[in-house]
């Protein structure tokens, strides 16, 4: 098992940053690919980014360009530095992780067993 404590949401306004933290306990080496998402009310929950144990990433379109995923793998963290924010941005913020063979198809659309309780952004215009 692996659980995951998400933190650093808040209120932000446009144009500002914040950066996400995910603190990871428990089984870790049973993960290789973690992921950053949010569900905005109303909407279906979209996958912004994700990272591979070795280090590659990968971005939606809606946030490539402002948003940075980074981990600290001796500190089990996973963050998400959240640049040039948008009103569209708001939403709840979860982290996930998964482990998939090969690492080479880590992707948000992968099945994530394991997710934090969220932290909510909240983009002011």
């Known amino acids: 098992q692996v659980q995951l404590v998400e933190s650093g949401g808040g209120s932000a306004q446009s144009g500002g940053s914040l950066r996400l933290s995910c603190a990871a306990s428990g089984n870790t080496y049973g993960t290789n690919c973690m992921g950053w998402f949010r569900q905005a009310p109303g909407k279906e929950r979209e996958g912004v980014a994700r990272i591979t144990s070795d280090g590659s990433t990968s971005y939606s379109d809606s946030v490539k360009g402002r948003f940075i995923i980074s981990q600290d793998n001796a500190k089990n963290m996973l963050y998400l530095q959240m640049n040039s924010l948008k009103p569209e941005d708001t939403a709840m913020y979860y982290c996930?992780?998964?482990?998939?063979?090969?690492?080479?198809?880590?992707?948000?659309?992968?099945?994530?067993?394991?997710w934090g309780q969220g932290t909510q952004v909240t983009v002011s215009s």
């Open positions: 996930a992780a998964t482990l998939v063979r090969p690492v080479a198809v880590c992707h948000v659309r992968a099945y994530f067993p394991y």
